[in-house]
């Protein structure tokens, strides 16, 4: 028997073992047999015969097992017969459909597969109900649906659709998805057969519009095509699709819109007919109204413009020409002399880049004509009188001249050039205008042909270098940067070099390092000599001093850290043929001065600024110095044999500083003569020293590691300042160093300012370690003896410390105390510190703000008089330090319980009100490091911790106010004083307290709300004739506390929103009911409608006063006059505010 005649009587139920050994043979590559050769050589009869027993036993093997319960027989395992077996069902269905993708290949023309097509038709249904788990076989029978398709055979619409729509979905689950889009858009002459209208198709029609929504679709080739194609489906289709985009433009990247702005672009060229009118009215023309209309600030706005700007780019050709005039012709004109500037600025935009908007089906005099009344609109949209305009306007006619140049006549080049240059240029009402035409020059520049008639023009520009504008002198300077590349001129004709080098001395870093990049092959010829370098520098130097140093700041960033390091060494080699003479000494003075060096004389200021160069030079490249040990070594030694004799030479104080910095960057034992000599200066330096005589000093010393002698010396001056027990004061004080000089704590304290307040030598102090960081601080510790002597003593004695610097070093105790806290985190060693020196604040200072009962004779006044402002401006000066330490973020609970009990301790002294501002500040800090992420959270969490802290800051607020209220009452003038050094810090604790709506910090709001109230009520209660009833309009109408606070509650908007949030809380709850208490609160609100606040707010407020204002209607009415008269302007003021 023949492989033919066993493959046909295998294909039938009782013998489908053996059939699907045959498909596992063909599927076997080291087995001969092969499907597809077996069919192939059957005749027609014979396939026949095969076909029918392949549908006999797929009809019987599916009725057995429908593919919908495949999927249920796995999952609960139930054991059935092996005919029923899910996977024995699968393999038979796998195999026939291999038989039928062969068959489908063999087919000739002729022959009849009525039999195959039934076949097809029952896979058909098995790929629509197949569980997803059975992806290969899917894929098999999708591949047969596809090949049906394509030869074009008998209901292959329906084999087609299926196809498609199952590539489509595959398209947008896989997560490599090129194949399928390829044979999505293989499959695309399917929708050709498809009803647009049919209810059917709805399923695929989604998936089309998804095909926008897809990246991988947008981007890649075939699925660029499909989607171009899908704009000559139907016409109906087109504005759903334009419909589509629209909604997903703002969703866009910028790479996405250049795809996206090509496939309208190959649809519109590909489209005929209607199709062509359809695109053209529906999508292009509607992308240009909203390219003109709408708001700039539109997320999509930009994605629009470049959609037309695709098609304007595309302009010369003529079915582009005739395109843009057709759709251009109902719309940009009239959009050109709109009323709304915006609209002007965008048809501005449109127009000159599509000009010339022509037709080109007209003879060529009517195309001149266009073009020239076009030419007159835009030098008119450089008359508009909006800047924004006239700043579109601009770019567009420098758009225009670098496009048209040569097709332009020259009188026009000439009126548009003279335009921007003499009018445009100087705008004095817009800088935008003014920038717009420097940006806009440099577009012409790039024409050749404009280099004549600029380079003429330009120079007129001379003074635009310095403008008010930074951003019009930084694109002046793009232009003239733009000149010299292109040639076009000389840039020093266009602006004198003078003028350039005043405005590097004075101008912004972006200014600067623009002029530096114009400059530098001038003042910096790298290709020339080491020797014209120098020149040039000098010359520079001579020039303008101040620009030298821009120049060579930024120097570094135009050549190499080696042509930086030549410059330095050659301006060695100057400084030294200067003192020639006294370098006879020297081993190599002949050698390196044998080359005739640019000789400066005794020009010391020139020398100056030449060390000065050096040193900039230096520091620009220290990091590549460190970075290359043996140039860092050679430029060391160098500089080093020469430092000695520059000391000695160069002895005027402008020549001395570079030479400090010049020695700071090197090690000490380069420099042995300067370094040895340097701690002997700073321990002979005057106390009153300005810190220009020793900052440079004793950053030297920390550069070269020795911060440790500088700590111990500030140490023994402030030790042996302290005085002794049981001495008297001696003020020949000594301290025990080799070299004895006076004590001076002053000085120590300067030197102490200066290495903390810097980066680079805090650094280097807190690297030396605990032990002689811990000293210090104990020693500045021990100064409170001093401060409590000041504060207890009668009589002032000349022997003891001065009290200014005793309150000095008790702030740096602070101050170093946080610095160690920050460095050791790991402990709390000097948080306790800072807690110690609270309670000792508590228990030796805040005594002197209190009043006593004997202090009715005058002595003790005196006295009184003399301690109470050093106490109160101890305890400011601790709580400053303590609102630092908060800050930066230092402080535990602990620490800001001390420091809240301090605080109350000291509002509660008689003189406590003196440290408000202080206070405040604290209350600000602590508030803040609670702020809530979580609102939510924060009223879950009222029995916290951090909830008990801010209750106590709650109620220090309140007792602030309330002292307010009692100074401004007892002495009004020193009460508006104490209210306005309280405003900034009441100002910054309002905006943290506002960021609670809820317990604890919301009660700050109803303690302001009460006391403006109360002194409100208080003045109307004072009323005596009908006349004296006065609404207050503005902040002055108020008394004087109320005054002050409401103008720090109308200072931020959201402050002013939690106040009116209290405000209807309070009416709410009917705590306010008098008419009195009415008035004020209107007399409030009216203040805050005036001052143009938070109108949802203010109306909420207003509706809830009326609700509770009408009871007193019927009262008022009955009463006295004073009440009808406060009552009418109560409901006059109301109405006012709800009518706002």
Known sequence: MSKREAFVEAACKENVEDFLRFVQLHKDKTEPFDVEEVVQEMPRDQRQTLWRNLASLLQEVLQESPPERWEEGRGEGMEVELAADPKHVMAVVDGVTLVAAVSLKVLQDGDTYSVLLEIAHRLHDVLVSLPVSEAPLQLRIHMLCEAWWKKGLKEKEKFGRTALLISLQKSFILKKPGVEI???????????????????????????????????????????????????????????????????????????????????????????????????????????????????????????RQIVSYFHARKGCHKVDKMLYNLYKPILWKALSAPNFEVRANATFLFTEAFPVHDPDQNNKNIDEAIQKQLDTAMGLLNDPHPTVRSNATLGVCKILAKCWELLPPTVIADFLKKLVTDLAVDSSSPDVRCSVFKCLTIVLDNALSHPLLEKLLPTLKYSLHDTSEKVRIAFLDMLIKVKAVRAAKFWDVCNMDHLLARLAIDSHSVSKRIVDLLFKSFFPVNDSEREWCCRCITLIQMNPMAARKFYLYAHKHTAPTNIIKLMLAIRRVLNSCIQADLSELNDSNKENSAAEPL??????????????????????????????????????????????????????????????????????????????????????????????????????????????????????????????????????????????????????????????????????????????????????????????????????????????????????????????????????????????????????????????????????????????????????????????????????????????????????????????????????????????????????????????????????????????????????????????????????????????????????STLFAVIVVEKRHLLQKITHPEEVMTSESLEDMPPLSNILLSVILKSPSVTRAFLTEVVSSLDSEAICSLHELTAVLHVLVVIKHAGQSKAGLKSAATSVQQQLHKHAVMSADGADIQRVIYESSVKALNEILDF
């Open 182 to 304: 390829q044979r999505v858009w293989s499959l695309h002459d399917v929708l050709l057969s498809l009803d647009y209208a049919s209810e059917d198709n709805k399923q695929i029609i989604d998936l089309l519009l998804q095909c926008f929504h897809s990246p991988v679709y947008i981007r890649n080739d075939d699925g660029k095509r499909f989607l171009v194609f899908l704009f000559s489906w139907n016409i109906h289709f087109i504005w759903v699709i334009h419909g589509t985009i629209k909604n997903q433009l703002e969703f866009y990247s910028k790479t996405m819109m250049t795809h996206i702005t090509e496939i309208y672009f190959r649809a519109w060229k590909k489209a005929s007919g209607d199709f062509l009118d359809q695109i053209e009215s529906t999508c292009i023309q509607d992308f240009m109204q909203n390219a003109i209309f709408l708001h700039r600030t539109s997320p999509v706005h930009a994605k629009v």
């Open 600 to 1005: 400066l004389g005794k020009d010391t200021s020139v020398m100056a600024r030449l060390l000065e160069v050096v040193v900039i030079l230096w520091r620009s490249v220290q990091k590549a110095l460190k970075q290359h040990e043996e140039a860092q070594k050679y430029t060391f030694a160098k500089f080093g044999n020469v430092m000695a004799k520059y000391f000695q030479t160069f002895e005027d104080e402008q020549c001395t500083v570079p030479l400090i910095q010049l020695a700071s960057f090197m090690p000490a034992a380069a420099v042995p003569t300067f370094s040895c000599g340097v701690l002997s200066r700073l321990r002979r330096m005057d106390p009153g020293a300005a810190p220009a005589q020793y900052s440079q000093l004793l950053d030297c010393m920390c550069s070269w590691g020795h911060a440790a002698d500088i700590l111990e010396l500030v140490t023994d001056w402030l030790t042996e300042a302290l005085p002794k027990p049981g001495e008297k004061g001696n003020t020949n004080r000594k301290v025990r160093i080799q070299e004895t000089v006076e004590a001076k704590p002053d000085l120590a304290l300067a030197y102490l300012e200066h290495l903390f307040s810097r980066t680079s030598t805090r650094e280097k102090v807190l690297a030396l370690g605990e032990r002689p960081l811990k000293q210090l601080h104990t020693v500045l510790g021990n100064w409170r003896s001093v401060l409590y002597t000041h504060l207890s003593s009668t009589t002032n004695d000349p022997k003891t410390p001065s009290v200014e610097t005793a309150l000095k070093v008790f702030v740096y105790h602070g101050r170093l105390g946080a610095h160690l806290q920050h460095h050791s985190p790991e402990g709390r060693d000097y948080l306790l510190s800072l807690e110690n020196v609270a309670a000792w604040v508590a228990e030796r200072v805040l005594p002197f703000l209190t009043k006593h009962p004997s202090d009715d004779d005058e002595e003790e006044e005196g006295n009184l008089a003399k301690s109470e402002p050093l106490a109160a401006q101890i305890t400011e000066s601790f709580l400053t330090v303590c609102r630092d330490v908060l800050l930066v973020g230092l402080g535990d609970e602990t620490l800001k319980g001390q420091i809240l009990r301090l605080c109350s301790l000291t509002l509660l002294s008689d003189a406590g009100y003196l440290c408000i501002p202080a206070v405040l500040l604290i209350l600000k800090e602590v508030a803040d490091s609670y702020v809530p992420e979580d609102i939510n959270q924060a009223r879950e969490n009222q029995e916290d911790p951090a909830a008990v802290i801010l209750g106590v800051v709650a109620n220090i607020f309140q007792k602030i106010i309330e002292l307010l209220a009692r100074r401004v009452r007892k002495e009004p003038e020193e009460g508006k004083q104490l209210c306005q050094s309280a405003v900034p810090g009441l100002t910054d604790f309002l905006q943290v307290a506002q960021t609670w709506d809820t317990a604890p910090l919301s009660g700050v709001f």
